[in-house]
């Protein structure tokens, strides 16, 4: 058999960073195609943002189920299921005829992207022992990284030399190596008895997640004063506070709230979300600051932004030699630290000032994030079971795409209140005040993620600082 070819931690880990790498890549790509698509089937940019909140809905409604089809079915099947419908969706995009047809189809690709990256990380994790996982958050920190930073170039070049369809069909080549890939070398994997599908749940955290991320990513365009946005966002809270109490009490619920009570997970995962939600929202920004600020094209302004990606990179193999020795509570404080300080930096930054400035700067900020990301993501599973897996993954990384969407949809706001342009000399240009006051938000943010991070504990993150030889799982233990 061919799985029997490769051993589990390179085959998983080949198809999770093709996934991941695509997944991520595809929304920063189409960011740049949208105008080029707007113009194509002549409507306003307001309606072409459909595009992007159609998937992110999607995309909430559809990832808590994939803890438990992960179960029901096995990862691989459900995983590289995934994978077709995200590959066949992004072909369907390419070929859409109006913009009615790119929403429809990019809410099936939301489908896909949904379950990818969940189940995914849990056959990552369950692959990798306890005291490997730092070895696995590197190969983690690659497309989370990379992909975000080679999506602007990327979809720029795309966009001016070929078509905005392009953006979409790149998908396809990528997602048919990794499905013949794992068909051939990945083997399937199950954590436990996958119990009755909790439809109430599903329900309720489907429309509290989706209406949540309607309100945050349409909120910025609309206004917060919208009446559509206020609702979506009051229905989304209530349904979610619903549902926690609801899954609570449920004996087999869709998503098993009870690895909150790893205090370990809880901590680190709630760093790494708060983390997060200022990195990406301060990366969104970074692309209007050169665009809009320093009137830039959108592939210079992708370019400029790469050196983030190999700042991370860097970064992350440095985090990785020094976790066994320190643990990731200096490691991650450190790590926040120099974000704070790069950002507070950014915030001084005038828009007469070199790129390179901003380009080393945004080297630094990737080399420091690394140290959060690599300690946060090898420290949150230290203690997670190889049962508990599945359901962890699944809420550390909805809790991951929703601080993404509050970090953009805050700075958005924080520009968008303070006036993105102002009057000189009778006419109107670009105010760096604007983005000055957005990145000390993000500074701000950081910070709050700073305090938390005293409370991670090096003693219970042991079982990951653990060097050993063998290659066997230690023992694991939630609580």
């Known amino acids: 058999m061919f799985a029997d070819r490769l051993p589990a931690k390179v085959s998983v880990s080949v198809v999770y960073v093709l996934a991941l790498f695509m997944t991520i890549m595809d929304t920063t790509i189409v960011n740049v195609a949208l105008p080029s ?20 809905v999607s995309l909430a409604v559809f990832m808590p189920a994939s803890a438990w089809l992960g179960e029901r ?38 489908v896909g992207g949904g379950m990818l990256t969940p189940v995914g990380m849990a056959m990552l994790f369950r692959t990798f022992a306890a005291h490997e996982r730092v070895r696995a958050s590197r190969i983690l920190i690659v497309p989370t990284a990379f ?21 979409f069909y790149i998908n396809v080549p990528i ?7 794992g068909l051939l070398f990945v083997r399937d994997q199950r954590g436990g008895e996958a119990g009755e599908f909790d439809v109430l749940g599903f329900i309720l955290a489907g429309t509290g997640l989706g209406s949540l991320m309607f309100a945050l990513s349409d909120g910025p365009g609309r206004g917060w004063t ?23 009490r449920r004996r087999e619920p869709l998503l098993d709230l009870s690895v909150l009570s ?13 983390g997060t ?36 990179m860097g970064g992350a193999q440095v985090a990785s030699r020094l976790y066994p020795h320190i643990g990731p509570r200096r490691i991650m404080a450190a790590g926040l630290f120099g974000v704070i300080v790069t950002l507070v930096l950014i915030a001084q930054v005038p828009l007469t000032a070199s790129l390179w400035v901003m380009r080393v700067l945004m080297l ?6 690394a140290h959060v990301f690599v300690p946060g993501q090898a420290a949150s599973f230290a203690t997670i079971s190889h049962a508990a897996t599945a359901p962890a993954s699944t809420l550390f990384n909805a809790g991951r795409q929703l601080g993404g969407a509050i970090g953009v949809a805050i700075l958005s706001t924080v520009i968008s209140a303070v006036g993105v342009v102002h009057a000189v000399g009778g006419r109107h240009v670009p105010n760096a005040t604007a983005y000055h006051a957005a990145f000390l938000t993000a500074a701000a943010i950081e910070a709050l993620a700073l305090l938390l991070v005293f409370r991670v504990s090096d003693k219970e993150a042991a079982p990951s600082m653990r060097r050993m030889e063998s290659e066997q799982p230690v023992p694991e233990a939630v609580g």
Do not use: K
Request: proline share 4%; glycine share 12%; with cysteine.
């Open 277 to 312: 939600t200022a990195f990406l929202g301060s990366l969104f920004l970074v692309a209007l600051f050169y665009q809009d600020g320093f009137g830039v094209s959108p592939l210079q302004s992708g370019l400029s932004t790469f050196p983030e990606a190999l700042g991370v």
């Open 226 to 248: 919208s009446p559509l946005i206020d609702t979506c966002a009051g229905i989304g809270i209530v349904l979610l506070v619903a549902l926690v109490w609801v899954e609570l």
């Open 175 to 181: 997602g048919i190596f990794g499905l013949v890939f």
């Open 37 to 56: 698509l707007g113009r194509d089937f002549g409507v306003q940019p307001a309606h072409v943002n459909t595009v992007v909140v159609g998937y992110l």
């Open 73 to 110: 079915f096995g990862t691989r099947r459900v995983f590289l299921a995934a994978l077709v419908i995200f590959c066949v969706a992004s072909a369907l995009c390419g070929l859409a005829q109006s913009v009615g047809q790119l929403v429809l189809f990019r809410i099936l690709q939301g």
């Open 262 to 274: 790893n205090r370990l997970f809880a901590t680190t995962s709630s760093v790494v979300v708060i």
């Open 147 to 167: 992909a975000p930073a080679i999506g602007p170039v990327l979809g720029g070049l795309l966009t001016t030399d070929l078509s905005w369809r392009w953006a």
């Open 364 to 369: 630094v900020i990737g080399f420091a994030m």
